[in-house]
């Protein structure tokens, strides 16, 4: 069995170690430009058009959960991998339990007001303020995939009401369920912290919008996890600003990195970090590769397959 792994910016040496322990019977190279030697498998993270063009391969393996960008790829390159092709990506492996870290603490922050008390500890203020009540602080999950599903399940022990809004019917014990476009605003209303899990699909570009964010509680908060096309930076600043969005927590954006005049650096209410949500894990995600190939060598099924004509 020969596997070909590319990947910009990873170190492909310790990769390749790792997946030849994983998968001691398979012939694994970094692939370079200009290999065209056999190959059974890929696996990627925005390879080049000619690295699986013409390829005959039993499936792709994209080195990341969201894959957005290599469908656009696909969507301009379609003879790069025909749909016959399983692609498939990473589920969870480690990244639910980052999500978890990340979602939690900043929910935590501001529920316990630690924003507030930061602002007053640089007027030397000493004030003790109302405090939040559990109940007024109802969480929103938008997408209730592998990630999404770990990180209501990780706010379910601190007693916050909790739903989640994905396509297709849910049933996470202690999380309300709502389902498709028409239950979106049922989601959204009472909704205090909004935190987005969405894939990046035609449908979803976009949808943390003005229109969105009015039907949010007052004073909420938002934390962008996925990806930074999902929200319209305008219309977040605008809500900011009015009072509808008291803070907002953001990892990804629509362009990275964050160019220096972008107002969102200047913003006190809004906090950031450097698309490092959730980072590919290699030892889980080598894991999760050789087990997936090993099943589909035997004929087993095998989850994580993207649906190219849904888009995730
Ligand atoms: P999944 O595919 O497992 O979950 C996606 C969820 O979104 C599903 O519940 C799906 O519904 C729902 N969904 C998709 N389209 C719609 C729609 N039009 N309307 C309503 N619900 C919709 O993805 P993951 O949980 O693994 O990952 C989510 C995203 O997180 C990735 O796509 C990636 O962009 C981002 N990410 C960000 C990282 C970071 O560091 N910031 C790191 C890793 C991932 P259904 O279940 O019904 O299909």
Redesign the pocket.
């Known amino acids: 069995m020969d596997i070909i792994f590319y990947h910009p910016s990873f170190n492909n040496n310790d990769w390749i170690r790792a997946l030849r322990q994983a998968l001691p019977q398979a012939n694994i190279r970094a692939w370079t430009p200009g290999d065209n030697a056999h190959a059974d498998y890929a696996l990627v993270w925005h390879p080049p058009v000619e690295m699986l063009k013409g390829r005959q391969l039993k499936a792709v393996f994209a080195l990341?959960?969201?894959v957005?960008s290599i469908l656009s790829q696909l969507h301009a390159h379609p003879e790069m991998l025909p749909e016959s092709i399983p692609l498939f990506r990473l589920?969870d492996t480690g990244?639910g339990l980052q999500m978890q870290e990340y979602a939690v603490s900043q929910v935590l922050h501001w529920f316990r007001r630690f924003d507030d008390y930061q602002a007053l500890k640089q007027q030397a203020k000493w004030q003790p303020l109302e405090e939040y009540e559990r109940e007024d602080f109802t969480i929103g999950v938008l997408?209730?995939?592998?990630?999404?599903t770990k990180v209501a399940e990780s706010l379910r022990q601190w007693g916050f009401p909790l739903r989640s809004?994905?396509?297709?019917r849910k049933n996470i014990p202690g999380v309300t369920s709502f389902a498709g476009g028409e239950e979106l605003p049922a989601f959204l209303h009472g909704t205090r912290v909004l935190i987005n899990?969405?894939?990046?699909?035609p449908?979803?570009t976009g949808i943390i919008n003005r229109a969105l964010l009015n039907q949010l509680a007052d004073n909420s908060y938002v934390i962008n996890?996925?990806?930074g096309v999902h929200v319209v930076e305008g219309d977040l600043l605008a809500a900011l600003e009015s009072g509808k969005l008291k803070g907002a927590m953001l990892?990804?954006f629509s362009r990275e990195p964050l160019p220096s005049d972008n107002p969102l650096w200047a913003h006190p209410r809004v906090a950031m970090t450097p698309?490092?949500?959730?980072?590919t894990r290699r030892s889980e995600a080598v894991a999760f590769i050789a087990q997936a190939i090993q099943r589909i060598e035997r004929g087993e099924a095998v989850s994580g397959r993207v649906d190219r004509a849904r888009g995730?």
């Open positions: 990341g959960a969201g957005d589920e990244m997408g209730a995939g592998v990630l999404g809004w994905s396509r297709s899990l969405l894939p990046n699909t449908e979803t996890l996925a990806r990892d990804v698309h490092m949500a959730a980072t995730y």
